[in-house]
């Protein structure tokens, strides 16, 4: 199956004393990259869900926001941090007697500053845990969903590709077995331009004919380049849920070395030619690969 590493998630889950919101925003990344917003009273969780997450999440810049809502007042009360409180109030009046401001230090705005006030909750941790676990598991399965339905229009993509590539290597097979004829004929009709067909044996002008087919054979980077398509499309259509990103991107690589190879040793137009169509589909290729984890 294949996932794409951009989608997202979202789970609301209503309990006894607590309503949590879950949503998991992921966009393509090389790595794991994940960050977690939650309520301070909870941090003793998270490592715990950067686990869940990174069991079903293995690549990608992960956004992680919980949100949670108290149904009941038990346990929670209200905390202000005097000596935050007194340091901002300072800091205020040194810019009021700097700069001649009006002082309109209030309590109320001083409370409106960041972390002044704190809402501390006395949790009993497993139960807090059971809850956001099944909210954010279910936050998982939407987010996975929505990436194997975006996975699914990528492989269709790349598969479709794939198509227009095969063809073009075909008709490179083709055209370059008739290459040494070709360059036979053009020897001759020099020699004959120049009056030296007696001069050269026929000795001389096959070792120029075996030098050519030699130089310019492409038939084992067609026979490779084509392992390496079918190697793709197999990966492709596996069925397990492992990661294939890296894997199609390595492929992506030795494919790439084959057509540069065969661009190299190109001596037609026609074959240079079906060589830049490769070159550019494998490039769009590649710009999707990037998407798939």
């Known amino acids: 199956m294949i996932r794409s590493m951009t989608g997202f998630g979202r789970s609301i889950n209503s309990f006894t004393n607590r309503r949590y919101t879950v949503e998991i925003k992921t966009v393509n990344h090389r790595y794991n990259d994940t960050s977690i917003r939650m309520p301070r009273y909870m941090i003793g969780l998270e490592d715990k869900l950067r686990k869940l997450i990174s069991e079903s999440v293995s690549r990608g810049k992960i956004d992680v926001f919980i949100n949670v809502e108290n149904l009941s007042d038990d346990n929670q009360s209200v905390k202000i941090d005097e000596s935050l409180a007194g340091s901002y109030i300072e800091e205020m009046r040194k810019l009021i007697d700097k700069y001649g401001l009006s002082n309109d230090i209030t309590a109320t705005s001083v409370l409106r500053l960041p972390d002044v006030i ?3 909750n006395e949790i009993d941790e497993e139960e807090y845990w059971k809850e ?4 954010t598991t279910a936050a998982i399965d939407a987010l996975n969903s929505a990436r194997a339905k975006e ?20 008709f ?3 055209r370059s077995s008739g290459l040494v004829d070709e360059y036979k004929k053009k020897l001759e009709a020099r020699l004959d331009e120049l ?4 001069i050269v044996d026929e000795a001389r002008l ?3 004919l075996v030098l050519f087919a030699d130089k310019s054979s492409i038939a084992e980077e067609i026979t490779r380049l084509n392992s390496h398509i079918k190697s793709f499309q197999d990966v492709l259509n596996q069925k397990d849920d492992k990661p294939i990103g890296k894997k199609l991107d390595f492929i992506l690589q030795e494919m790439n070395r084959e057509i540069n190879t065969i661009g190299s040793k190109a001596n037609c137009l026609d074959i240079t030619n079906a060589v830049v169509f490769v070159k550019n589909e494998i490039e769009n290729i590649r710009e999707q690969v990037q998407n798939i984890e």
């Open 206 to 208: 096959g070792a120029e």
């Open 151 to 170: 996975g699914e229009n990528l492989k269709a993509d790349l598969l479709n590709r794939l198509s227009e590539i095969l063809p073009q290597i075909d």
């Open 172 to 174: 490179m097979k083709e």
């Open 132 to 135: 956001l676990l099944e909210t």
């Open 118 to 120: 704190n809402y501390s």
């Open 195 to 198: 009056n030296a067909k007696g």
